[in-house]
């Protein structure tokens, strides 16, 4: 129980209650759906993050790259083995699976951001690409770490829907149609017109589901999610995302919206950003991200809630500032709302993830209960849609 004792928030458990938290900790399949982990900038060696610094200076005038290449530099130098707290920090976590992010922005990106990720996986032998759900149960008997690969955007497909099938191949299971502004498949949540699901992207959810890839509306406008929910033969998910009733924040889903995903047998994924989930973020705590998911466990049953921190960010503190300042409004964001330098407290870095659970024991879930948020439904979606 020593290696959980730093950065425990103070929940004021007994000591019978904190035993049965790291018992069933260990016991569980934890799964963080859509993790930028497991490292954060709080675990980036202070060295480390200003070699990086110095060696992104020339790109400045660029603000698109310059964001961009800090967390390029670290997963090369993660690759390299020049940062052993990359694995030290998924361990401490608990989290036995979380996910390897492609990015489809455009074709290069696509390249790209295949060859980083199977980077991650080719130089770390206790990393395995889960392509099933048995791969996940895998790294659990053998206390190995599994890699879900999603995608949160779909701009560089285009209209090439074979695209997906290659993807797929790659290992690509979990899908989000739309991240914040309108696309070819429907509208993002920050789009105004809210015009829902594109016939393009009818058919692109349909493709999905042929495939065996995962509908995530994480990012999707309501009636995007609405349509996706009302077309998808398979159950569909918003990997991070809040109640829009606890925090009425564009990010945040609707009940209408969250009784609909779990209406096809999805589940919704609670996220620990501080600017989505309470109204100061300076002083957001874990307490404020569960009550999100408990208002989402009255409201649809704990079949359909699971956790996707989408937080902290594997980067360095001053590429965060500098991303919130120059690029974040460029996404959608409105000014001084998008990520940056804070942190929920209870999850300042990843190898405070047991706190998820230490919560959830202490609002009085039942051990059913928090296997299932903390991993089980997420699992359990897995493996109808992907086997």
């Known amino acids: 129980m020593a290696q959980h004792r730093e950065g425990l928030y103070p929940f004021g458990l007994s000591e019978a209650q904190e035993a049965r938290a790291l018992r069933l900790h260990e016991k569980n399949i934890n799964i963080d759906l859509l993790f930028q982990g497991p490292l954060s900038p709080s675990a980036i060696p202070a ?3 200003e070699r990086i610094q110095a060696e992104c200076e020339p790109y400045k005038d660029e603000p698109m790259a310059y964001s961009a290449m800090p967390a390029k530099r670290i997963l090369k130098l993660v690759a390299e083995g020049q940062i052993p707290a990359y694995r030290e920090e998924w361990y401490a976590s608990g989290i036995t699976a979380g996910n390897r992010e492609l990015h489809l922005n455009d074709e290069e990106s696509i390249i790209t951001s295949m060859g980083e990720v199977q980077r991650q996986f080719d130089g770390a032998e206790w990393l395995i690409k889960a392509l099933t759900a048995e791969d996940i149960r895998r790294a659990k008997r053998e206390g190995k770490k599994a890699g879900i690969v999603t995608a949160q955007e779909t701009d560089g497909i285009g209209r090439n829907l074979e695209l997906l099938d290659a993807l797929h191949a790659f290992g690509l299971r979990i899908l989000q149609l739309t991240y914040n502004n309108q696309n070819l498949v429907g509208s993002g949540c920050a789009e105004q017109a809210n015009g829902g699901l594109s ?12 495939l065996g890839v995962i509908v995530d509306t994480g990012h999707c406008g309501k009636q995007t999610t609405l349509d996706a929910c009302a077309l998808s033969q398979a159950p569909v998910i918003a990997s991070h995302t809040g109640a829009e009733a606890v925090y009425p924040h564009m ?9 609909a995903i779990a209406a096809t047998g999805g589940v919704i994924g609670v996220f620990a950003m501080p600017w989505f989930v309470h109204h100061d973020p300076q002083h ?7 009550d999100h998911i408990d208002y989402m466990v009255q409201l649809v049953g704990s079949d359909h809630v699971g956790i996707g921190t989408d937080w902290p960010m594997s980067d360095t503190l001053w ?11 460029k996404l959608g964001f409105a000014k001084g709302d998008g990520p940056s330098s804070e942190t929920v407290a209870g999850l300042e870095r990843y190898g405070h993830f047991i706190n998820f659970t230490r919560g959830l024991v202490a609002r009085g879930y039942s051990d059913g209960d928090i296997a299932r948020i903390m991993g089980g439904n997420w699992l359990g979606v897995f493996e109808q849609i992907c086997g």
Do not use: M, Q, W
């Open 47 to 49: 060295e480390i993050s």
């Open 199 to 210: 016939n393009y992207g009818r058919r692109f959810v349909e493709r999905l589901n042929k």
């Open 251 to 259: 990010r945040c889903k609707s009940d209408e919206e969250i009784r």
């Open 284 to 290: 957001t705590t874990l307490d404020h991200v569960l």
């Open 319 to 329: 590429s965060l500032i500098y991303f919130k300042e120059h690029v974040a409004p």
